[in-house]
């Protein structure tokens, strides 16, 4: 009896932490609004953001989610914003262009005073062809990189959650 007490309350120890671990888990994939003194953007749900985004990165996301068969070790949807210092416009934007199969859309323009570059690729990465969605603005001496890869077959249930990352991503 004396360690069935103690033993029943760190089950229930045991039962409310794993319910908050959970609980916050699935928080960490819901819509949140990044805010940074460079950028801001809109993680739709269904991503995860990494605290510690690898080196050279300033943001990196992903789905929880993978392809399947050939492209079952590529995520259905990765994220990353980059940050191009005393770099030229031009030169980012074909620099991007470089490794695609092909160009299916570009634009550029002027947006809040800021040149920008939209552009949609196709791109082979490890024999598995990924469409990826570039926003490319200059700010002064930097030009910041927003891609977005999406699996193809998948693109009509993402497309709502690249636009909304896309479009709100921009320069303070």
């Known amino acids: ?12 120890l045991m039962v ?4 908050r671990i959970k609980r916050n888990a699935s928080r960490a994939f819901e819509r949140e609004q990044i805010e940074t003194p460079e950028f801001s953007l809109t993680k739709p749900e269904g991503m995860l953001s990494l605290v510690d985004p690898p080196d050279g ?8 989610e993978f392809g399947t068969d050939a492209a079952g070790r590529v995520r259905k949807i990765t994220a990353e914003v980059r940050r191009f210092l ?18 299916v859309s570009e634009q550029t323009g002027i ?26 603005i200059a700010g002064s001496e930097v030009i910041y990189q927003l891609s977005v890869a999406v699996l193809p077959e998948y693109k009509d249930d993402l497309q ?8 709100s991503f921009s320069l303070p």
Request: net charge negative.
């Open 160 to 167: 709502r959650g690249v636009d909304d990352m896309l479009n």
């Open 57 to 64: 990165l300033l943001f990196s996301a992903y789905s929880k």
């Open 16 to 19: 409310w932490a794993s319910t």
């Open 111 to 136: 947006i809040s005073g800021n040149k920008c570059a939209n552009m949609l690729l196709e791109r082979n990465v490890d024999d598995v062809t990924l469409e990826e969605h570039y926003k490319i």
């Open 86 to 103: 005393y770099a030229h416009f031009d030169e980012i934007v074909e620099r991007a262009k470089a490794d695609s199969i092909s160009v």
């Open 1 to 12: 009896m004396e360690i069935l007490i103690p033993g029943l309350v760190l089950v229930g």
